[in-house]
Each structure stands twice: as structure tokens, then as C-alpha cells.
């Protein structure tokens, strides 16, 4: 604890440490404000003490504390409970009158902070609540856009600790793979009544996490290479392709997100707000930004799970009957956004639900037109061409194309079939 220079200092200091006995020495001793505003952030004991510490929380209660006082971000303490998941905290502060749907300067409630962050049980305490979920902050963007676009890079609360995602970026990594593979697991699990807590899937989900540290200690073994390379030692100019042993308990903290713990989160809480909201639209648009910049305005969920790179959550939105075709104020589409951020499984995933890769833009651009030269991209967003049927024999235009088939099974239609093959409709998600 810092050299305080007053008991008021001393008792703010208590209640962002967590020393209980201390904050409660100090209480019994009297003369204590317990909304006394400090300097850091003009924020008061309750809003420091909301992020972790429940028992001081409770004692600034019992002590009359303001329980929606403000600090300089016009957050209140329901706000900092909220994005750090501290469901506790969330249902104490409600309890004791807190206003469920305050906003702050920027017009983020609890409920839109505990989506962005990914908090499922604040978000169902939230809505036991009767919060405003339909609420839109000042980006014009309600708690379903938001959870679409989750929380940046590092600054994902898994565990009380901050963990980073960029070593799951690329959505054709061996590591995104891994991940799928454990969400597939988990979603078959779920599908036979297993539980989702056994002891395999913890082995499972620790073994994902290993191979996302390893990858994150590739990832950074090559920059460096990459850095001596470029400053011209020529001793070397390749990178070796030999493992590199995850980080020990003993080394640097720098834990991983478990993306597909995480990917089921996204979806559980997708499922809780379209279930228990009504009027919050699987196809709501975002809206204009008051401040009067372009943005992200008229974004449909889905298009913000696919730019942000949520892959189930995507499916989740479309089998909830998401419009895999709407268009934004530039005319892309979903499938648009996916090209343009090369993610080759959310192609699959939009094609496999009907989008269309020959719809234009306003600037008359297709799916296909953003995929340069790419040819893994093109061949799945090819467009189908006519066929022609003669004698039980399939053609097309160009000679030498056709296939003989038993039937009239088509060569697109087998494509689409290849295609559909990582992509189901049931509800169950196995294959992703």
C-alpha cells in the first residue's frame, strides 16, 4: 500500500487493495467519508472496491455508500462489476438499488460492457434486473453488436488475468484448427448428454492451451528472425520449423485466451439474449455514430462476428435465421467482409448458408473481385456455370468438363456438397 497522506487516502487505498480488516478498523474508528471522490480517475472507495472485492463492497453498503456514484467516465460501480465479471458484486449493488441500465459518457451500460467483455452470468443478473437491452450507445450500437465485436486483443478478463488472442488471428492456423476441433468435441459432448465440466474436457482444453502458448512462442521466435534478417546477418535466412516448448508456470505470464472456451461463451451469451429479449432483432442494423463519423454504421450482427473473426458465434446468428445476404451502406455483404479479411472458414461458412458470391456492391465489386489472386479463394467463391445434360453425361461449356454420373448429379452440385461438408445446419454445431 502507498504512503497515504490522509485517513481518507489511506481508507481508498484499503478498498482498491482488498484489505478488509483495515477498511473496517477504519470504519469503526469514524470520521471516515465513504464517498470521499479521489484524485485517481474522481473515483470514489465503492467503485474501486466493485472489481473483485466483495466483502468491501458489502461494508460500504452497510456504511451508506452512494451505490450509482460517478467517476470521471461517469461510470458507476455497477460498470466496473460488470466488465470484470464480478457477478457477485453485480447482484449486491442491485440489491442495494443500483440503476441496472445507467449509462456512461459514452453511452455503454452494464449490460453492453458485460457483452463486450463476455461476462454470461453479469449478463443474466442484468437481465433478471430488467435492464434496457435494447439500449444503444452513442456508436449506435446495441449489446448484441457488441458482443459480436467482443473485447480486443489483450484485453480479455479470463481468470482475473489479461490474456491475448493474437496467436489465434488466422483463422487457417494450426492452432484456430486445434481450437475448432475442441469446439466440435465439446458441442458432440453436449449433443450426448455429456458433461462439459468432465475431467477429459479439461485435459482437452489445457492441451488447446498448450498448443496456442507454443504457437505464441513460434510466432514471436520468428519475429525476431525476421528483425535479424532485416539489419543484414546473412548467417541465416530461413527460420527453423522445430517446436518450441510452451512457457512454464515458472516463466513469463504470458497465458493465452482459451479461444474455444471462449467461442462457447460468445454463443451462450447469443443464445441467452435472443431467448429472453424480445424486440433485440438477430438483423438489427447499428446506427450512425452521434458523433457523426461513418463507422461501422449499418452493420448487422453477423457482420461484425464475421469481420471480428467469431466464427461459431456466426453460425449461431445464422441458424437463427441471420440474413447471410443483407448488405451494408457500401452494399458488402457478409461474405464481402470475409474475403476482405482473407478468412477462408467464414467463406465456407457463408457459402454453405447461401451467400451469394457474385453480389455487387455499390461499387459494382463482388465477392470474388476481392479476392486477387488467391487461387484457394477463387475456387471457392467460382461462380456456377451452365450445364448441359445429354445421354446421362454432365457438360459444360468447355470440352472435356463433363462427368458421367448416375443420374443427373451435377459437378456443382458435388461442389457444393464438398463445400457444405465442414458446415452443418443442425442445430447442434458439431462441425464447428
Not at 457483452?115 to 454470461?120: E, H
Not at 457478409?334 to 474475403?339: C, G, K, N, P, T
Amino acid at each position: 500500500m502507498g504512503q497515504a497522506a490522509t485517513k481518507q487516502e489511506a481508507f481508498w487505498e484499503c478498498c482498491s487493495y482488498g484489505r478488509e480488516w483495515k477498511v473496517r478498523q477504519l470504519l469503526e474508528s469514524g470520521g471516515i467519508d465513504v464517498n470521499w471522490v479521489s484524485h485517481v480517475h474522481q473515483s470514489c472507495p465503492i467503485h474501486v472496491a466493485s472489481q473483485g472485492k466483495p466483502e468491501i463492497v458489502r461494508l460500504l453498503l452497510s456504511a451508506g455508500c452512494q451505490v450509482d456514484a460517478r467517476d470521471s467516465k461517469q461510470h458507476t460501480a455497477l460498470h466496473h462489476s460488470a466488465m470484470t465479471g464480478q457477478d457477485e458484486i453485480v447482484q449486491m449493488l442491485l440489491k442495494a438499488g443500483a440503476d441496472p441500465s445507467a449509462v456512461d459518457e459514452r453511452g455503454w451500460s452494464a449490460l453492453i460492457m458485460a457483452c463486450y467483455f463476455c461476462q454470461p452470468a453479469v449478463v443474466r443478473c442484468l437481465l433478471d434486473a430488467r435492464c434496457d437491452f435494447l439500449h444503444r450507445n452513442n456508436d449506435g450500437r446495441n449489446c448484441l453488436h457488441e458482443l459480436c465485436r467482443a473485447a480486443p486483443k489483450s484485453q480479455i478478463c479470463q481468470n482475473g488475468k489479461r490474456v491475448s488472442t493474437a496467436c489465434l488471428d488466422q483463422a487457417n492456423s494450426p492452432v484456430y484448427a486445434a481450437v475448432m476441433a475442441e469446439l466440435q468435441a465439446a458441442a458432440a459432448a453436449s449433443g450426448n448428454g455429456d458433461s462439459a465440466g468432465n475431467g477429459d474436457g479439461e485435459d482437452a482444453l489445457a492441451a488447446v492451451a498448450a498448443a496456442a502458448a507454443a504457437a505464441a512462442a513460434r510466432n514471436q521466435q520468428q519475429q525476431k528472425q525476421s528483425a535479424v534478417d532485416a539489419e543484414g546477418d546473412t548467417a541465416t535466412h530461413s527460420v527453423s520449423s522445430a517446436p518450441i516448448a510452451p512457457p512454464t508456470s515458472n516463466g513469463p505470464a504470458a497465458l493465452p485466451l482459451d479461444r474455444s472456451r471462449f467461442d462457447r461463451t460468445l454463443v451462450d451469451i447469443a443464445e441467452c439474449l435472443l431467448s429472453r429479449c424480445p424486440g433485440l432483432s438477430v438483423d438489427d442494423r447499428s446506427q450512425p455514430p452521434r458523433s457523426g463519423a461513418r463507422g461501422e454504421a449499418d452493420f448487422t450482427p453477423l457482420m461484425f462476428a464475421i469481420y471480428h473473426g467469431h466464427l461459431p458465434l456466426a453460425k449461431c446468428l445464422l441458424d437463427h435465421g441471420a440474413d447471410v445476404g443483407a448488405a451494408d451502406m457500401s452494399g458488402w455483404t457478409a461474405l464481402h467482409w470475409a474475403v476482405n479479411r482473407e478468412a477462408k472458414a467464414a467463406v465456407e461458412l457463408l457459402i454453405s448458408y447461401g451467400a451469394n458470391p457474385e453480389r455487387k456492391s455499390m461499387r459494382g465489386e463482388t465477392p470474388l473481385d476481392l479476392a486477387g489472386e488467391d487461387p484457394e479463394m477463387r475456387q471457392m467463391l467460382a461462380p456456377a456455370y451452365p450445364e448441359i445434360v445429354t445421354n446421362g453425361y454432365v457438360t459444360t461449356d468447355d470440352e472435356g468438363d463433363g462427368e458421367s454420373v448416375d443420374g443427373f448429379e451435377t459437378r456443382q452440385g458435388h461442389q457444393h456438397q464438398q463445400l457444405a461438408n465442414g458446415f452443418t445446419h443442425a442445430n447442434n454445431g458439431r462441425d464447428i
